[in-house]
């Protein structure tokens, strides 16, 4: 069993807004509404990270980058549906990435049995739910509360350990468009006008 999450519980300080109810000019769908409709044909449950939506999951540790929402999501997953076996992440500000991608990555991944992501981007990305993966997140989690400086703590809490530590594999992408992210009002506003362009 497969599991889908929106990873949609930032702040969105660079654009100001919440990049989750931007309104995607083609299909009006809002971005959480898309990014849940792209996991939707992949994955049953589809969960939502971020305590601000409905239904979303709130973080146990806040504040804490992507991990936080992934940490949670697992904890979710081994209470509420302990049959799901595999968790494909999609995170909200990446409107441009497409079934194919997602295919791509989740073939890899489930014939691999292992974390899976594209070269030089760490989102999308496929995990096995695994004792693998929950005595990890156990480890990394234990002494959250501890002071810690920041330098230390971005790099205790960097997504990039896990698939490391985890031995991930990764896979070349066709092509880099597709994994553009949207931070700022500019590259919305650029995000949107090549959609228009493109959709004439």
């Avoid at 599991?3 to 930032?10: D, I, K, M, Y």
């Avoid at 994955?43 to 973080?59: F, M, R, W, Y």
């Avoid at 530590?165 to 506003?189: A, M």
Wanted: glycine share 6%.
């Amino acid at each position: 069993m497969l599991a889908g999450l929106v990873l949609a519980g930032g702040q969105s300080q660079r654009m100001g807004t919440d990049k989750s109810y931007l309104r995607l000019p083609n299909s009006q769908l809002s971005m959480l509404e898309h990014s849940k409709q792209m996991l939707s044909h992949l994955c049953e449950p589809v969960l939502v990270s971020g305590a601000q939506h409905a239904d979303g999951i709130l973080d146990i540790h806040a504040k804490l980058g992507p991990m936080s929402g992934i940490h949670a999501a697992v904890k979710h997953i081994s209470l509420y549906t302990p049959g799901v076996t595999g968790l494909l992440i999609l995170p909200i500000d990446m409107p441009n990435i497409s079934l194919i991608e997602l295919k791509q990555l989740l073939h890899q991944g489930l014939k691999a049995k292992r974390v899976t992501n594209f070269e030089s981007y760490n989102f999308p990305l496929y995990l096995p739910i695994d004792t693998s993966l929950m005595n990890y997140l156990d480890g990394v989690f234990t002494t959250v509360d501890t002071p810690q400086e920041p330098a230390v703590k971005h790099k205790r809490y960097a997504l990039k350990n896990l698939i490391n530590d985890l031995q991930g594999i990764v896979i070349k992408p066709s092509h880099c468009q597709p994994f553009e992210n949207i931070n700022t009002p500019q590259q919305w506003r650029q995000h949107c006008h090549v959609s228009s362009e493109n959709h004439k």
